[in-house]
């Protein structure tokens, strides 16, 4: 059942795709990270040989999107914003014109690939392994174990990974970070997945630590958009044509400058949360 939610809005989402629409890369994109969240969710009783050739695919399609998604929210979000804003027009003009046909070149990328046979196949195969893949048997977790207890047990465990790794935020490499807001997305999606085992006097609980997940996982996506921000923005000042080459590199230093200080407010917005992130107290319904 998860796995086919998952792949619907995968699907659902390829016109949109092939249209070079944000919002439906966008959507493909998160259709696809929960389903590779899925599989990490339940790696332990999924089929190894199969599961791996499913997740090499998922990976190359997910890298195919990922430039438009990133160049798109890099033009909209950090380049638009600071035409008229003590920015030269020459210098906004020039490093916008460079990404928007960063975007336009992105977009086809990521359409060339949702029209390709490769992706054809990776339906089918994906399909097939949903349907006829069979869970192998595993000492942690028999045939005996139901869904409800695999549910507690792992939510409980991710969580408390998550809070220790959080402590330490501040003291964090940007890798590592990005590796927190992984596993804090993977619990956000397991959340969801996993709702309708609890009774609905539990939802409120489940509902706000879903919520928190959410706001720690957008705080460190941004910081994790800063940096990739960051080497776009370096790489177009250093390698702008010579006419363009100084005011493109203010227009890059005011977009480095104004997200630097953004990253303040968003570490302490991310520290917060996680201070607060807690084990569930509910439990999932043992009939499940």
Request: hydrophobic share 40%; charged share 30%.
């Amino acid at each position: 059942m998860i796995a086919h939610s998952t792949l619907r809005q995968i699907t659902g989402n390829a016109d949109p795709v092939r249209d070079t629409d944000a919002e439906g890369v966008h959507q493909m994109r998160v259709g696809l990270r929960r389903l590779r969240a899925a599989i990490s969710l339940f790696a332990d009783i999924l089929p190894r040989a199969s599961t791996a050739r499913i997740k090499a695919e998922l990976k190359w399609l997910t890298g195919e999107l990922a430039p438009a998604r990133e160049i798109d929210v890099f033009l909209t979000e950090s380049i638009l914003p600071i035409t008229g804003h003590g920015v030269p027009r020459r210098g906004a003009g020039a490093i916008r014109k460079r990404f928007s046909r960063q975007r336009t070149a992105a977009f086809g990328r990521a359409r060339d690939a949702v029209m390709s046979a490769r992706y054809r196949r990776l339906l089918i195969d994906v399909i097939e392994w949903i349907e006829t893949g069979r869970p192998r048997v595993n000492d942690a977790h028999n045939d005996d174990c139901t869904i409800a207890a695999y549910a507690a047990q792992m939510l409980d465990r991710r969580i408390r990974k998550a809070r220790k790794q959080g402590r330490r935020l501040n003291d964090l490499e940007p890798m590592q970070r990005h590796k927190l807001r992984i596993r804090i997305k993977k619990i956000r999606y397991a959340v969801d997945f996993f709702e309708s085992l609890y009774d609905d006097r539990d939802r409120k609980e489940l509902a706000d630590l879903s919520d928190r997940l959410k706001q720690i996982q957008s705080a460190l996506g941004s910081l994790n958009d800063f940096m990739a921000h960051r080497e776009l923005a370096t790489e177009a000042a250093l390698t702008a044509p010579p006419a363009h080459r100084r005011a493109q590199a203010f227009a890059s230093g005011v977009i480095v400058g104004q997200e630097r200080k953004a990253a303040d407010g968003l570490m302490q917005d991310a520290a917060k949360q996680l201070h607060r992130l807690h084990r569930l107290r509910a439990v999932p319904n043992e009939r499940a």
